[in-house]
């Protein structure tokens, strides 16, 4: 996704995949709201949305049941169920449809940087060279690692194992045994996917090596140990175990490389925000990177990645935080689990929590101004049709309700839109590339001082 992002401003772009084959494990993943927004933004969601199966956008936290809560402000409010190596086809698709190059089998073992760029050492002995490097390289980064960044947090204290196979019960025997269990134990389901498949959750009985996938028999263990039946599983399509170590880089930036992704931070998957985290990591930093690299980008937009996504980080670790603990069989979560089961009755936490769940409710902190300043922009009609397509281009919008505001020098780095009939409760806004509202207002001179801010200096 980063690859395509600096695609769009024609920044050349290397991606190092150490794996040689993509992943063969067909694992579904989920696309919240925000991540279905950035996908409309780009123009992707028309191939994403007929390779998966919505479901409705309610009971997300800490799998407390709950209905869609209302006022949900998107046109994409539901999530997205597809398989892992499907958007990772799709995305990769785009990114090299764009131009960007994927090399295959080349593991970074080597970083170097000075003043004017980064040397890259790859396992075999080879040394690139590029202006910048991101290491989008999961929970073990390799490029963290050889940074020396930080990464304070806590170990896993649990472990869960997670896989699709198939059952040898009727549904009937699953629901019924599954209502029982989740009575007291909420790290645990059987779900069923379709085909014959299910999505089998259960417990472990010890904390795991990660690299080393659970055995069939080892699910079926637990789900004796746990339910008194291993439900006849069998023909795992996969298979995995996860923790909930959860850790936090200290920085984003270090010089000339940066992290993003889970190489920034990792958290347990209740939820099922990481994916999402990553792509929204890469939206706020490629318009920046590649501003950076065009010579266009103000002094400072670079480290606003870490600071408009390092506290977003920290606010998914301590809901995930909270979520594990609100799935303990102990009493006292039981206790609290069961009130703030009560209070999701009231729509306007039932809405918070959803927001917080799906990154809707971002709002990054842009100074003093109304409520909508540093949100993102729902996909609103304008006159040219809905404002996400738009964006495809990865280009910054003035939103102008007035007809007489300008974009003057910055007009090969911010489109205009002169929409009186938008549907906007403020006079004009100025929206980023990644959609979030940079300004609102009607005066000249106040908007080119927040077009040098984000956009830098005026050309011509």
């Known amino acids: 996704m980063l690859a395509a992002e600096l695609r769009l401003h024609d920044v050349r772009v290397l991606v190092l995949e150490k794996e040689t084959e993509p992943a063969s494990s067909v694992r579904v993943v989920g696309l919240h709201i925000r991540s279905l927004e950035l ?36 046109a994409y409010a539901f999530l997205l169920g597809i398989q892992q190596p499907v958007i990772v086809r799709l995305l990769e698709e785009h990114a090299t449809g764009l131009g960007a190059r994927v090399l295959r089998g080349r593991a970074v073992t080597g970083v170097e940087q000075d003043g004017d760029g980064v040397t890259v050492e790859l396992a075999g002995g080879e040394r690139l060279r590029s ?29 869960t194992l997670m896989g699709e196979m198939e059952v040898g019960v009727p549904q009937e025997e699953i629901i019924a045994k599954v209502a029982e269990i989740q009575e007291t134990q909420h790290r645990f389901w059987l779900r069923p996917f379709g085909n014959g498949l299910y999505s089998v959750v259960v417990p472990g009985a010890e904390v795991g090596d990660r690299t080393r996938p659970p055995t069939l028999d080892e699910f079926r263990r637990q789900l004796r140990a746990v339910a008194g039946t291993d439900f006849g599983v069998h023909s795992p399509r996969w298979l995995s175990r996860f923790g909930d170590a959860t850790r936090l880089a200290d920085r984003y930036r270090t010089g000339r490389v940066l992290l993003a992704g889970d190489a920034a931070h990792i958290h347990p998957p209740i939820g099922g925000q990481g994916l999402n985290l990553g792509l929204q990591d890469a939206f706020n930093l490629g318009w920046k990177l590649a501003a950076q690299v065009r010579g266009w980008a103000p002094g400072t937009l670079l480290d606003t990645y870490h600071a408009e996504r390092h506290p977003v980080a920290a606010d998914v670790l301590d809901n995930t935080r909270a979520q594990m603990e609100l799935a303990s069989p102990e009493p006292g979560p039981r206790a609290v689990r069961r009130l703030l089961t009560e209070l999701m009755a009231f729509d306007e936490v039932n809405r918070h929590l959803t927001e917080k769940i799906t990154a809707t409710g971002v709002r990054y902190h842009f100074g003093d101004g109304p409520d909508l300043l540093g949100r993102r922009l729902t996909d609103i009609d304008v006159k040219q049709g809905n404002l996400y397509g738009l964006l495809h281009h990865g280009r910054g919008l003035l939103l102008d309700r007035t007809g007489y505001l300008t974009t003057g020098g910055w007009s090969d780095r911010v489109d205009h839109l002169a929409d009186p009939t938008a549907d906007l409760d403020v006079p004009c806004v100025l929206l980023r590339p990644d959609g979030h509202v940079a300004w609102i207002g009607d005066d000249q001179q106040d908007l080119n001082d927040h077009l040098s801010r984000w956009f830098g200096e005026p050309t011509g």
Do not use: H
């Open 39 to 74: 996908l409309a933004m780009r123009g992707l969601l028309d191939r994403v949305l007929p390779q998966g199966r919505r479901r409705p956008a309610g009971g997300f936290f800490a799998a407390i049941p709950a209905p869609v809560p209302q006022g949900l402000d998107s």
């Open 131 to 159: 202006r910048y490097l991101v290491g989008c390289d999961g929970s073990r980064s390799t490029v963290r690692k050889l940074l020396g960044v930080g990464f304070p947090g806590e170990p896993a204290r649990t472990d």
